[in-house]
Structure formats: C-alpha cells, structure tokens
C-alpha cells in the first residue's frame, strides 16, 4: 500500500472537479471565507501580542518614538517594526496603553476587540462551511444520479457479473465515502493550511529562531499521520468489501424469504450475516484505533515541543508579553494539524470508494450505439435472421440460426430449458449482438440503427413481470411515456384489467407495492399487458408470457394476449405449447440451433422432438 502523497488529495479533487464546477460561484466564495477564516487566527494572535505589549508596565509611549533606532535592527526585527509603526497610528487611538489616560473610544476598542475578533472568525467559518457543504451535498447528489445513469447505460453482461449488493454500494455507500470527504474535510482542507501559515507567519514577525525550533517538531508529527494513514485505507477497504458482501446476504434474504422460511433457513442466514457483521466491526475497530491514536501521537510531541520552547524561552529571558503569544501560537497550530491528520484519515477511507465509482464511470457497454445511426421509420417488410450465432465465452448458445419474418407473421419458439430461447429475444431486443451472422429489420442490421428507434417498435411481455413503485396508472404509461389517461385506461381495457383496478382501493391512483405483491399473478401481467397495449409497437414479443401463472389465470390473460396480438408481428416464446397453437410457423431448438420448423398440426404429426414434447405436456392437435 502506498504512502500517502499529494496524488491523494489530487485523485479525489480531480475525481470531483467536473461536478464541483457546476457551483463555481459558490465554491469559490467558501474557499475565500475558508482563507479568510484561516487568516482570522494570525489576527488573533497578532491583538493578543498587541494588547500585551501595550499592556506591558515597560510599553514606549508610542511605538514611532521607540522606533528611532531601527537602522541597528535585523531585517526582520526592522520587518517587525516597520509593521507596528504603520498600524500604531489607528491602533492606539482605539486600543488602551499602560501609563495612560483611556478616553471612551479605547474603552469600547478593549472592551469589543477580541468578541469582534471572535464574531468575525465564526460567522466566516460558518459561511465557509455551509457554502462548501451546499456544494458538497450537490456534487454527490449528481454523482449519483451519474453513477445510475452510467449503469443503466451498461449491457446486460456487465450485470450478470456483479451481485446487487455490490451496485447498491457504488450507489449510495461509495458515494457517501465521498460525501463525508467533501463535507468534513474540503472546508478544514483549506481553512486549516491557512491557519498554520498565517500563525507560522506571526511567529516567525515575534522570533522567528525559536519558531524554527518549533518547526523541528512538525515531521515527527507527520510520520505517524503517514503510517496510520495506512492502517486506516487498509482497514476501510477490507471494511468496504465486507459491507457489499453483507449487503448482498440483506438482499437474498429478504427477495428469497419464501424459500428462507419454507425450508427454515432463518437461523442460518442470520448466522452468516452475524459472521459478517463481526468481520465489519473488527475492521471498522481497526480503522478507529488507527485514527484516534493519531491524536495522543500528536498532543504527545506537541507537548514535548512546548515544553522545549518553555525552557528555552527562560533561559533566553523572552519578554513576557513575547513568551505568552510564542506560547498561544504554538497551542493555535497543534489544533490545525490534528484536524489536517483527520482530514488525512478520511482521504484514506475514500480512497477505495473513489476507485470503485471511477472503475464503474469507465465501463463501456459492450452493445454499443453507432455514433451515426441510420434512421428507422415504422416497421414495413419484416425480421429476418441470417445465420445469428452467439456464445457467452466458449460456450456456444445459438449456432447458424437462420429466419425470415415477414411482417404481420406470428412466429412460436420451442425447445428444452437452455436451448436458446430467450437469448434469442435478448439478441432481437439487441441486449447483446450476436458473435456471428445478422439480425435485420426492414433490411438494416440492428447494429446500424438507433437503440431507441429499435426498442420503440418492440413491446415485450416476459414472464418476469416487472412493476415499480407507482400508481397503476403510471405503471401502465411505462409503456409509452406521455400517454393520456383516457389511453392508459383503454388499454386497461383491451388487456381485461379495467374491471379489477377499478375495484382497488384509489382505482388506477392505487400505489403498487414493491415489485406488484399487492396484486395477484394474473392481476400482474394483464398491466405487463396493458403496458404493450399502451405501447402500440408494431412487434410483440411474448418471453414465457404465462409460465408462472396457474390454468384459470392464464386462460383469462391469454384471452388478453390473443387480442394483443391482433395485427402485430408476434414471436412467442413458450414452454408450454399449448399456447403456441395460433402461431402462422414454429421452430423447435435444441442446443442452440433449428431442428424442426413448421406448424402446429405439422409438427404435432410429424412425431419429432415437437410432438415428443407436445405429448408429454398431453397436448393434442
């Protein structure tokens, strides 16, 4: 693992500039309130140092007459005083002198100089802190908006490989690393720096050899910052990787608690969360033991560090006044560097988040959009597929598989489980391309044409029905976005849906439950239907459209299917073969390529593969 460096804070910055410039306006002004802020100590400090010399019983009369003799002075000795003799004019007619008379106006300069000073130095830090959180809270709200965009732009590929825990945690878990990066270290990222030198500045104008005492100190400070640093990406990365993993568990237990509670399993799968979540709090305790140690470190030699100036300060025989602001300076700079080592830890920790969420940034799908699409209008001639093969690796999935579909034709598919069937609807659908061969539309292969102008044309019913967390009525305009009501209603109608919405609690403004389970099967796929219906695609493809549903439900959605199909070019997928019985041609596959084409009463008589199956489903002609 590699030391930390300024590549760090440069990966995650240039990681958020383009979000960040969004709010330039307001960024900029929390930088400037987080300099100003970090200015405000070394004017502290600078009033302490004034109001003690001017309190001291040996303070000049006035700075400019003591100041005769600056010629013997050193170069920052005479820095120093020229300093003091510029600003004496304003400070003593507002400030209290030793063995002088105070008139009203140096009063209320002693009584308000140090609440203003305070005043000044909180408002700033506040209006620095909520400008840079206000933009914070934005770069991450875009992010992830982005990060959603981006994997919905991904192929289907990508998602077979990566768990759902894992994509729930480049969403909301890595970009929250971000956030509490952004939020609790891009303000003290810049107030702090400023503070350090602001207040090395004013200590170096007092004495600047006993500051470069001081500064010996300032690496042995750094070396542990450096080696927790390391402590905690390890243990945050490790953490991180356990998180998806228990995140994963959460989301097969809780989408699998049918099966969980058939087959008594709730023990163990709380079991294995519970190791996971022992495995979390060993790293997370490792993460926290790295950073809070890095405060004692540093307040230790801190203090060894002051302890050195006291000694030295005596021995030396500093003025009071000089030895009480060295002192309150040094006690100033130890905070900034504490919260610079916090800063430091929370890089750390984001570091592995910020990898992730850049890895996710630069996938590329592998089904991609021609940068100059040829246009598709309407659907005129038909689909035909010219010797499509596809294959996921070395597993050969289709091999030369050859059709012609003129419009208006309703194709069945048949076969075995695993012989293709619904790979050759993802192909159709351009999911994925094929490895060999063409799929055409209208003679223009599918790779030539815009994904949106395809999929438009295209209406599928699948037995997966997918239904969100909307009303029934905006799960129905799913279809087409922008239907009118009165067409989501009509096509809740021609899908034999309207009678049963109209008996839910708010009718069509009825909210669906997470994934429809407020609604039967059949109750399911009628919308899954009425969604094609409001799509009005001139091809409907059928995937398995009444696997799931028992016989009664699916007579009544069949009938809703039959008038679907009316006037479209249907190609159907389907195990059980009785629904394939209105279909114009069939093809049976088997491992991937055609082994009987034909009709349903043809094949049914032919006594193949077709009629094998037919038989054992005790279908008849």
Known sequence: MRDF??????????????????????????????????????????????????MSPEAP?????????????????QWK?????????????WLPRAGRQADWRQIVGGLLLFPLLAALRGFVGYGS????????????????????????????????????????????????????CLNGGLSDLIKEPVTVIGLVAMLFAIDWKLTLMVLVFFPLVIVPIVVLGKKVRRSAKAGLNTTITQA????????????????NLEEQQVERFQRMSKDLVAHSMRTTRAKEITNPIIESIGTLGFGLLVVVIVLRQVKIE??????????????????????????QQTHSGIDRLMQVLREKPSVEETPHPVRLSGFQSGLALDRVGFSYGH?????????ELPRGTKLGIAGESGSGKSTLVNLLFRFYDPTSGAIRIDGKDLRELSLHDLRERMALVSQEVVLFDMTVAENIGCGRPGATRAEIEAAAKAAFAHDFIQRLPEGYDTRVAERGLNLSGGQRQRLAIARAFVRNAPILVLDEATAALDAQSEAEVQVAIERLEENRTVICVAHRLSTLRNMDRIIVLSAGRIVEDGTFTGLVQSGGRFADMARRQGVGI
């Open 248 to 263: 994963s568990l959460i989301v097969e237990v809780l989408s699998g608690i049918r099966v969980v509670k058939a087959f």
């Open 395 to 403: 597993e050969t999935v289709l091999a030369d598989v050859s059709i």
């Open 322 to 347: 000089d030895m009480v602001t060295l002192l309150t300076g040094v006690a100033f700079i130890y905070t900034p560097i504490k919260k610079l080592a916090g800063v430091h830890n929370l890089i």
């Open 81 to 93: 005083a020229d300093l003091q003799k510029g600003s004496e004019a304003v400070v003593d007619q």
């Open 5 to 54: 460096k300024m590549q760090d804070l440069a990966k995650v910055l240039r990681f958020g500039w383009p979000y960040l410039r969004r709010y330039l306006g307001r960024f900029a002004s929390g930088v400037m309130l987080a300099v100003l802020f970090g200015l405000t100590n070394a004017i502290l400090l600078w009033a302490i140092n004034t109001i003690l010399i001017r």
């Open 129 to 180: 802190s909520y400008c840079l959180a206000w933009v914070s809270e934005r770069v991450v709200n875009d992010l992830r908006v982005e990060v959603l965009r981006k994997l919905s732009s991904l192929s289907l590929d990508y998602f077979n490989k990566a768990t759902t825990g894992d994509l729930i945690t480049r969403v909301n878990g890595d970009t929250a690393m971000l956030q509490r």
């Open 61 to 77: 009369a006035s700075i400019t007459q003591s100041a005769g003799a600056t010629h013997t002075l050193g170069r920052v000795e």
